[in-house]
């Protein structure tokens, strides 16, 4: 096993795999951190597909068009998923308060599924595996890739995780210093951060430059404002809506 200085401050996404299978033991582990996830009131509001079938894989590869989808031993799907607690409701005669239809509701799902895949990363590092989430899997199709998976109404994709042994060691990524993460009592003022966000806009600038595999020249603010122009455009409110999660309804 990694030491916890290793999985949480050697992390980096690996997006390139062994074709090794992952042992069961090792699956069975990550099955434990996943259901062991905080979640709100208990209520579990998230559901995880694990898919190890190379066609499936295959197919959403095909949708996805991320390499790791395939490569990987096992790629994850993370779901907010409120149709369990409606079955039980059904089943109890209970009223169901289409909480999933309030932004409340729907950060609930979101924070729950979230926090099942860092459960998952962390325990997949652990065990010396490499992991890479994949955004893509809520974004290209996930009505197609819902479909290919059988989820039901008032589950929705929220993230896909790719799991296996790791073919790759790259370089770690300079993050945000401390002071712009972390602020103790009070958020920093303008006048404090700017300096701090440009130096270190300068340093991700010369990582790109200086890293192992491809070189770039992108920095960190005009790059990331680049993908979010482009994530703007990519709308999912249809899809949600198709899941029967509908933060527009009262
Ligand atoms: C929610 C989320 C979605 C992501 N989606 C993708 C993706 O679709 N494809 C990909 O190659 N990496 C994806 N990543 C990985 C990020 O690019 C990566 O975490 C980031 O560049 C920082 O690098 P590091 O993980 O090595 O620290 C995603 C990460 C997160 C947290």
């Known amino acids: 096993m990694k030491t916890l200085d ?5 992390r980096r996404s690996v997006r390139r795999y062994q074709r090794q299978p992952i042992e069961q033991e090792k699956l069975d ?10 979640t709100s009131y208990n209520g579990q509001q998230f ?8 066609e499936i894989k295959l197919r959403l590869y095909d949708i996805i068009g991320q390499k790791q989808v395939k490569t990987s031993a096992v790629f994850f799907l993370f779901c907010l998923d409120f149709h369990q607690l409606e079955l039980a409701a059904k089943a109890k005669g209970v009223e169901f308060p289409d ?11 979101v924070v729950d599924a979230t926090l099942a895949m860092h459960s998952a990363i962390v325990a997949a590092e652990s065990l010396g595996l490499g992991t890479c989430c994949i955004g893509y899997a809520r974004t290209a199709d996930p009505a197609l890739t819902s479909e290919i998976l059988g989820l039901p109404e008032k589950t929705a994709i929220i993230c896909g995780l790719s799991v296996g042994y790791p073919a ?21 003022s303008d006048d404090a951060l700017t300096p701090v ?3 270190y806009d300068r340093e991700v600038s010369e990582y790109n430059r200086e890293r ?20 703007k455009q990519k709308a999912i ?8 999660i509908d933060i527009t309804l009262k």
């Open 168 to 188: 790759e060691e790259p370089d770690l990524k300079p993050k945000r210093p401390t002071q712009c993460v972390v602020f103790e009592n009070r958020y920093g």
């Open 29 to 38: 582990y990550i099955y434990e951190a996943i259901r062991a996830t905080p």
């Open 99 to 109: 909480f999933q239809n309030s932004l409340n509701g729907y950060t609930v799902g």
């Open 47 to 54: 559901s995880v597909i694990a898919v190890t079938d190379p």
């Open 197 to 199: 966000l440009l130096d």
């Open 212 to 231: 192992a595999g491809d070189k770039t020249a992108n920095d960190w603010a005009s790059h990331i404002l680049d993908y979010h122009r482009i994530e």
């Open 237 to 244: 409110e249809k899809y949600m809506k198709q899941q029967q």
């Open 6 to 10: 290793e999985v949480l401050l050697g």
